[in-house]
């Protein structure tokens, strides 16, 4: 689907679960339905963090993978291609941009493919000595509108900021929807990378699927096909390995930001890859933070027949679980988070978006805690969903108002990751235990 056509679709499937969105509000208490997750089994005793690290951490990541993401390649490569400086000077003299040219490559156990060339744009800062964190992006918006600067020209770019496309979005979702505080970021010392991720595998349900079918042929198509999801998380990591190599980027400090469909890619890329250093994921829902377990908001069932490409299809066993109808699965969306400890996660909600399901995420973050505790990590420590910890390792943040990227949103993201990733560290041992020690 062009892009412009797919944010019509978006803000049109917004609109049309208004009543949902502005008739619902989160509980902040996540008390009420606190057993229903199945146990994570975490390891005691002196071995503990080597027993996980082991043997139940890459076990509960193969099961999270052959039941809701699809097999991920046993290998992967970036290569970079070229790197060209587009503005050395970009917004007012506070950022180098540059246009880099990668081809990632990935390996399955009888297949291999790349992707051909594709472009992620960069911008270093200046105002700081680095090296610098990095914020690498995934959205649905066309990067000449995620930055907006006159080099970004991409004829490709259907749907630029100023249109009428990008002004309904904007209305829907959010003045920061398709656009961050650039100048504020790169202030803070943090560069930006913006993949395109829909030059990879497109959020098409006929072309995504093909290129998921074509790229994993050797998975089972019935059930353990790479869904797009997976295959955007893989992804980031893949971008992350390039962004570590370039000695002005602190390797120790790459975190994955997403919203929405591209906030549960981001978890997934934490979860399965250790490139990834922190996430930043907002407004996540299903198949992202919120348990599946009887959920409110989007179901399984429906994220499956909108999305086809999403998940592999072996997603399809939860659909009486989300229901309600079915027995409790003994896997959940906590197990995921979990495997993301010790590194920091900030879990962006809103209190209208019950379509996200608030209150399950949260409950998701309780139950990945002992995670965090096995590693001597705060995790979460605050009762309720209202209570903004930015410093801790699990972050949960609730706003006022609905789904999108709104005025509150960038300064909750920043000072996360000042508390986690500062600017001028090269490495941030509170939130590192395992590396630090
Ligand atoms: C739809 C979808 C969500 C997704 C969201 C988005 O609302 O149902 O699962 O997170 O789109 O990506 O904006």
Known sequence: MPRHLLFIWLAMSALSGCVEITAAWADLDPSGKETARPPLA???????????????????QRRLQEAIYGIMPS???????????????????????????????GEFAEA???????????????????????????????????LQHP?????????????????????VFGRFICTPPVEDILASGYGIAIIDQYAFVPDDSTAGLATLREF??????????????GAWGWLYARVAEAVERDP????????????????????????????????????????????NWNKPGESVRGI??????????GYADFIDASDGKGPRPDLDQHMLLALIAPRPVFLGNARRDVWSDPNGAFRAAKGAQPAYALYGATGLNVGRLNEFEPAAELAFWLRPGTHGVVEEDWPAFLQFLYAHFPATNRKSCASKASKCQ
């Open 42 to 60: 975490i390891p005691s005793g002196p071995q503990a963090v080597h027993a996980w690290e082991s043997e139940s951490r890459p076990d509960l």
């Open 75 to 105: 290998n992967g490569q970036t290569a970079v291609l070229e790197k060209r400086v587009l503005d050395a000077a970009a917004f007012s003299g506070a950022g180098t941009l540059e246009k880099w040219t990668l081809n990632v490559r």
């Open 112 to 146: 291999a493919f790349s992707s051909g060339p594709m472009q992620v744009h960069v911008l270093i800062p200046h105002n700081r000595p680095g090296p610098h964190p990095i914020i690498l992006i995934q959205s649905f918006c066309p990067a000449r509108s995620t």
């Open 151 to 171: 080099a970004m020209t991409d004829p490709d770019d259907d749907a630029g900021s100023g249109g009428i496309f990008g002004a309904i979005a904007t209305y």
């Open 216 to 229: 994993a042929k050797s998975n089972d198509e019935t059930k353990t096909r790479w869904g797009a999801i």
């Open 248 to 291: 002005r980027i602190n390797a120790d400090a790459v975190i994955a930001w997403g919203h929405s469909r591209y906030a549960k890619a981001a978890l997934v890329a934490a979860a399965f890859f250790p490139q990834i250093d922190g996430v930043i994921a907002h407004q996540s829902g299903t198949g992202g933070a919120s348990l």
């Open 304 to 313: 499956i027949k909108n999305y086809p490409h999403w998940f592999a299809p």
